[in-house]
């Protein structure tokens, strides 16, 4: 297997937002868990997996709907990895050639790679013009 580049992996750890739904998600997590927040997780100061921890400190008194909404959240988490992963293989050399002095972060190095599509490898090109699912 090949081993990633710098670029290439800042390209999975750096996007701000992985897919136009990420707010979605996460109001769909804060509507669907408003009473689990409220009665356990109302002190917590949401940020650096905190709120997760509380979820999990409380993971036996979670109603079936905010349990269903962690799930649908780490389905979309584990999408956007995927996603993420498939674009940096594919577009390894590319990401190199085109982004390489690129301050990774906040989605910068795709915009890189979208602003030199005309000059993308085919590969990348591809991957790069998949729909969202």
Same mark, same amino acid.
């Given at each position: 297997?090949? *081993?990633?580049?710098?670029?290439?992996?800042?390209?999975?750890?750096?996007?701000?937002?992985?897919?136009?739904?990420?707010? !979605?998600?996460?109001?769909?997590?804060?509507?669907?868990?408003?009473? &689990? *927040?409220?009665?356990?997780?109302?002190?917590?100061?949401?940020?650096?997996?905190?709120?997760?921890?509380?979820?999990?400190?409380?993971?036996?008194?979670?109603?079936?709907?905010?349990?269903?909404?962690?799930?649908?959240?780490?389905?979309?988490? &584990?999408?956007?990895?995927?996603?993420?992963? !498939?674009?940096?293989?594919?577009?390894?050399? !590319? *990401? !190199?050639?085109?982004?390489?002095?690129? &301050?990774?972060?906040?989605?910068?190095?795709?915009?890189?790679?979208?602003?030199?599509?005309?000059?993308?490898?085919?590969?990348?090109?591809?991957?790069?013009?998949?729909? &969202?699912?």
């Amino acid at each position: 297997m090949k *081993i990633l580049t710098a670029s290439a992996v800042g390209l999975i750890l750096g996007v701000a937002t992985f897919s136009a739904s990420a707010e !979605d998600v996460v109001d769909h997590v804060i509507n669907n868990c408003a009473t &689990e *927040i409220e009665s356990y997780c109302s002190q917590v100061m949401p940020g650096e997996g905190r709120m997760m921890a509380c979820f999990y400190a409380h993971e036996d008194k979670l109603s079936g709907e905010c349990v269903g909404a962690l799930w649908d959240a780490a389905e979309a988490l &584990e999408e956007a990895v995927n996603t993420f992963v !498939d674009i940096a293989v594919a577009c390894e050399t !590319d *990401i !190199d050639q085109f982004c390489g002095d690129i &301050e990774m972060g906040e989605g910068r190095i795709l915009r890189c790679l979208e602003s030199s599509a005309d000059s993308l490898s085919e590969g990348c090109a591809a991957e790069l013009a998949k729909p &969202e699912e």
